[in-house]
């Protein structure tokens, strides 16, 4: 049993590159998460999806977009990488909502130079 | 709005010594709660929650109790090992609102 999966693992973009981070879940959880890790900050919400075919945007939107391509996938896309991107990103899932256990992917590091 | 404080980090402590992580939570009305463990190289995991008053929340030997009168939810284990090393989140969730994070302790256990 996989749980939640991530790819890549690690990243390297030059300012103004595109990149998409993948996510999925093997769990039949309806609602998923992707949430952004810095220093001393904590995690933050980027977006969130309560279910297939719903987005919705979280506390640090900004820069991002994101897709629920279907149940077990949730991919997150930056447009037009900027040095304050440079975070590791974290995939999430909960069977419905946040009230629910959220079960984590490993995370993505990405840097932006 | 809803918002946690956590013991800053880092935390260095002998195998075998007794660890407490202060954690203290603002929030509109009767929060859920929860730790969260960081291993390094991974994601969360869930470690253990507490959803009211007076619940104790345990897993692993680690304990929390809620305790509403001081808005806190304090992280405890008896003896540690050098396997506890990790961040530790603590966090909340109030109704549908998102799950809101503290910054984390990172966690050092020395042989």
Same mark, same amino acid.
């Given at each position: ?43 933050? &919400? ?10 919705d ?7 991002y ?16 990488? +900027? ?5 590791v ?6 069977? +419905? ?12 590091? @990405?840097?932006?130079? | ?9 880092p ?7 007794? @660890? ?28 253990l ?25 304090? &992280? ?30 990172? &966690?050092?256990?020395i042989?």
């Amino acid at each position: 049993n996989a749980g939640v999966t991530q790819t890549p693992k690690f990243q390297v973009l030059k300012t103004g590159q595109s990149m998409t981070l993948q996510c999925a879940q093997d769990m039949n959880h309806n609602s998923m998460y992707w949430y952004r890790q810095d220093p001393g900050m904590g995690l933050r &919400l980027i977006y969130y999806s309560a279910s297939e075919g719903t987005t919705d945007k979280g506390e640090v939107p900004n820069g991002y977009n994101v897709s629920r391509l279907n149940k077990r996938e949730f991919s997150l896309r930056l447009e037009s990488a +900027a040095p304050s991107q440079t975070s590791v990103y974290f995939c999430a899932s909960s069977e +419905a909502g946040h009230t629910d256990t959220q079960y984590f992917g490993p995370g993505t590091r @990405l840097t932006v130079l | 709005g809803n918002s946690v404080t956590q013991m800053e980090g880092p935390v260095t402590l002998s195998e075998e010594a007794f @660890l407490t992580i202060n954690c203290t939570y603002t929030a509109t009305g009767y929060p859920s709660l929860f730790w969260y463990v960081q291993y390094p190289g991974e994601g969360l995991q869930l470690l253990l929650k507490a959803t009211k008053a007076d619940d104790k929340g345990s897993n692993k030997g680690f304990e929390a109790t809620y305790r509403k009168e001081t808005t806190s939810f304090h &992280l405890e284990k008896g003896s540690v090992q050098v396997s506890d090393s990790a961040v530790y989140f603590c966090a909340l969730i109030f109704g549908n609102e998102k799950l809101t994070f503290g910054t984390g302790t990172r &966690l050092t256990i020395i042989p």
